[in-house]
């Protein structure tokens, strides 16, 4: 497995949830790390990334409250999730992205892991 996402689960409105993704040594060196998520009857969306150089994006849904980061001694990326909302009810997945001397390569997927949040 290549990537390997775990960490989710249900949580009430407000509260707090961190997800992790371990990858393979190869793999993550060189990629550029994120979450994508997927809610039911939507198509899959970016949620945030992390280069290797230590360049991070957000989507505007999550800036302020969710956080990236990315553990390089230990080929691991998280996702600190805070303040959750019903609407971020969805299957999270890992991704990464190979990205060497300017130019995108493969790309992987983890297998998902489903945040529910809900009073």
């Known amino acids: 497995v290549q990537l390997q996402a775990s960490g989710g689960g249900l949580v009430q409105p407000g509260g707090s949830l961190r997800l992790s993704c371990a990858a393979s040594?190869?793999?993550?060196?060189?990629?550029?790390m994120g979450w994508f998520r997927q809610a039911p009857g939507k198509q899959r969306e970016l949620v945030a990334r992390a280069t290797s150089g230590g360049g991070i994006n957000y989507n505007d849904f999550v800036k302020g409250r969710f956080t990236i980061s990315r553990d390089n001694a230990k080929n691991m990326v998280y996702l600190q999730m805070n303040n959750l909302k019903p609407e971020d009810t969805a299957v999270y997945y890992c991704?990464?992205?190979?990205?060497?001397?300017?130019?995108?390569?493969?790309?992987?997927w983890g297998q998902g892991t489903l945040v529910t949040v809900s009073s």
């Open positions: 040594a190869s793999i993550f060196r060189e990629s550029v």
């Open positions: 991704h990464a992205w190979e990205y060497s001397g300017g130019v995108y390569g493969q790309q992987y």
